[in-house]
């Protein structure tokens, strides 16, 4: 270790996120290495190791001859301090080798609020944060995730985006990257190769223009690159990597526990949900197989809780066969297996409670919206009798705790929508009063809002998000509305729901305000304690734009959309038809009762969903 790590470490909180050295890290010999791949995480080591992503991406690429992907993850300010004090560049954790002394850089983005993390771990590396900048063939920096599906305020500071599932892609562009290193290739001769590559979008291809009032004119590719670059997906879920053995923390993560994808992609058509839209379609893996995934990852780390995981757990067909074939071992070592995502219109508290194996934990339903009307239009395909049934059968088998999700500011949404989330609250008290068995123990309803965000490749991508003091003003009209001490509320905070919105669906002149945001001081946005509304306004007014241009206005059916260029595979036609249902109030079933059409199977090599 450097020596100056050895002194700073004591004066900086939770100094083991900054050490390696974890149970099944790979460290190779660099010898027999000729590609260096430095995986980042743009936040905190709990939150990144917490990533089933960065985990199967890791462990791929180390399987890989010749390649050596290590970790690397945001500092938190305290440490930073440190580093900048002493001149410690960023440094990736297996080797403590410097960031900037490998050969491709990749960040793995699924919330906006933590681009200016970017950057400043760019900064830290002492790599200049410009692709432009950046003109030798290394170091290459490339970026994916759920939020790379409008890339372009990243355009600036990106070589290149890789969109979709990274398994087949990431492997691809390394072997490029090899060729092109060997060859003597130049950075603009690897890039032009990269745009050849299914999935891969490079944005210093593409000439975007502006109307006078300052909406996309047009996005234009430069040497013959695609038009369009849809997403990659992994064909077979039974053929894909999964990390039975995986780092095993030394310090305490947000999830530290065996997380078992059981399928990608979601059924619903729940109208706001980018997920449930990008992820799409279908693939399950194999019941057998996770069985044995999931029984040698417990083998293999020694972890006593395991959590099944999916867009909507309950949704896997074969759920109950998987989950017998998982408790014979789980029960005789007493690990507990988890169910999130579960819907309240197919809820089974049958295996719930065997599962629980007699713990009583909170229960939690997404209802959305408070009214029919409302849940119809995001189509959530959810009634009030769905949620009301599956919390008398939980009060009858003894839980008493039950947490509702609901959203503000959804489209069309009225004072009445939410004067009724109150109603559905007391609904669910009184259904407890009528059918626990225990009532010593009284109940507990906490009921959490969040602000509606519009996000690209939604029904809803044209949709404007309410501004902060109408959000404002609808809690406090819920918080009114609400009149029992067992009801509970809490609200998401308004101001970074906000920025989020306007980097969601911004285009590439945010760019500037994401560097001035930062130099600003802007970093780690998604943490409360340091975002700060009022540095980001600045950096707004000091490059002339106006955030409520990308956050509070409806956008019309023609308008050239900022990733207009990206394709998740679902089709714009089918997005804009949603949105039509929606305001006529017409729901969409789910693909499993019929194909809805929404071009998503075209991917799947044949045509059809796992569904």
Partial sequence: MDKRLERILPRVQKPARYVGGEYRQVVKDKAEVDVRFAFCFPDTYEIGMSNLGVRILYGMMNEMPGVWCERVFAPWPDMEEEMRRADIPLY?????????????????????????????MLDLAHIPLHAAERTELTPIVLAGGTACYNPEPLADFIDLFSLGDGEDVTAELIA????????????????????????????????????????????TPRDGVRPTVTKRI?????????????????????????????????????????????????????????????IESLQDSGYQEMTLSSLSTSDYPPLNDLCDGLMDYCEEKKIHLSLPSLRADNFSM????????????????????????????????????????????????????????????????TDEDIVDIAKIAAHVVHTWREYAQDKRRGVTVTVSTSWFVPKPHTAFQWEAQITKEE???????????????????????????????????????LGRVLETAWRKGAKMDAWQDYYRLETWQDAFSACGLDPAFYANRVRTKDEVLPWSVISSGVSTAFLWRERERAYQGVTTPDCRGQCSGCGANRLVEGGKCDV
Avoid at 483 to 506: N, P, Q
Wanted: proline residues 3%; charged residues 25%; hydrophobic residues 40%.
């Fill in 92 to 120: 990736a954790l297996e080797s403590g080798d410097a960031v900037g002394a490998f050969d491709m850089i990749g960040f793995s983005l699924g919330y906006e609020m933590a681009f200016t993390n970017v950057l400043n």
């Fill in 176 to 219: 490029l990257y090899r060729k092109g290193k060997a060859e003597g290739w130049s950075k603009g001769q690897f890039l032009r190769a990269a745009a050849e590559l299914d999935g891969v979008y490079v944005p210093s291809l593409y000439d975007v223009t502006y109307h006078d009032d300052g909406t996309v004119a047009a996005i």
């Fill in 234 to 294: 992994v064909q077979d879920m039974d053929r894909a990597y999964f990390p039975v053995k995986t780092i095993v923390p030394s310090t305490e993560i947000v999830n530290d526990r065996v997380t078992l994808e059981l399928f990608r992609g979601c059924i619903r058509g729940c109208r706001f949900c980018q997920a449930g839209y990008v992820y799409r379609p279908v693939r399950n893996r194999s019941k057998d197989l996770l069985v044995r995934y999931g």
């Fill in 350 to 413: 049958e295996l719930q409670q065997r599962l629980a194996r007699g713990r009583k934990v909170g229960l939690t339903f997404a209802p959305e919206a408070g009214s029919q009307r409302l849940r119809d239009v995001i189509n959530k395909n959810l009634t009030e009798d769905d949620l009301l049934q599956s919390c008398r059968i939980a009060f009858e088998g003894g839980w008493n705790a039950v947490k509702l999700y609901f959203m503000l500011g959804l489209p069309t949404e």
């Fill in 471 to 509: 959000y404002e003003r609808r809690v406090q009209l819920l918080r009114d509305s609400i009149r029992t001490k067992s009801v509970s509320y809490k609200w998401h905070d308004s101001d970074t729901s906000f920025l989020e919105a306007v980097l969601s669906r911004g285009d590439r002149r």
